[in-house]
């Protein structure tokens, strides 16, 4: 059984030559929450964070006994300016951590901090703390708007429930912390309703971006 920290960078895999004592993994949920009349609040799950990997390691600046290396011996300062280097021209690089216990880590990262410190007798030698965040590359986005002539087949069209509080075309100044889906649950009780307003209101072009004071129109 062997425990082992990789990095492939530029067409090379470079090992570790010490390994850390532990790499911490974490990841959010990120969570809207809203304030319901008559219910009280709620909360909204939208999405989950990418992954970030956090770890110190010991990279000797000559090759002692307890280094391990999977081919030639890199001292500290090949390592640091690898990571710098990546970091500085945004390139991601494949972080592999391998137990042969549980799964393997083998992600595409991105060099988010570099932290290296060089301690007093230890001349040389360098411990170098960095965290990683997963890497994914942008892809296109495409929303969906209806129009009067185009109609959407759906498993099953949501139940619309009149609210006492849309009688007649309206209009709503936005606030600080408003989002569409918050405003159609707020008037329609069905978030999904956002984009009723979208289509009532020509100059919003994203429907993930509204201004705080903008005038919406809100539709019956």
């Not at 067409?11 to 009280?40: A, H, M």
Request: proline share 5%; net charge neutral; hydrophobic share 35%.
């Amino acid at each position: 059984m062997s425990y082992s920290i990789y990095f492939k960078y530029g067409g090379k895999k470079y090992k570790l030559p010490v390994n850390p004592e532990e790499i911490k993994r974490s990841r959010e949920l990120n969570i809207e929450t809203y304030q319901v009349i008559g219910t009280g609040q709620v909360s909204v799950p939208s999405y989950c964070s990418l992954e970030t990997y956090s770890f110190e390691a010991e990279f000797p600046g000559q090759e002692y006994h307890y280094v391990e290396t999977s081919g030639r011996f890199r001292d500290a300062d090949f390592y640091e300016k690898m990571f710098r280097k990546a970091q500085k021209n945004k390139t991601p690089i494949q972080f592999i951590a391998s137990n042969e216990i549980t799964d393997d880590i083998s992600r595409k990262v991105l060099v988010k901090s570099v932290e290296s410190v060089e301690k007093a007798g230890e001349e040389g030698d360098k411990y170098i703390t960095l965290t990683l965040m997963e890497y994914k590359a942008p892809g296109k986005r495409y929303i969906a708007v209806p129009t009067a002539t185009v109609t959407i087949k759906q498993e099953e069209a949501p139940t619309v429930q009149t609210n006492p509080a849309v009688t007649e075309n309206k209009t709503y100044t936005v606030n600080k912390g408003d989002t569409l889906w918050a405003l159609a649950k707020q008037f329609y009780d069905n978030g999904a309703l956002f984009t009723k307003i979208v289509a009532a209101n020509p100059g919003i072009k994203n429907p993930n971006v509204i201004s705080i004071g903008q005038v919406l129109v809100i539709p019956v």
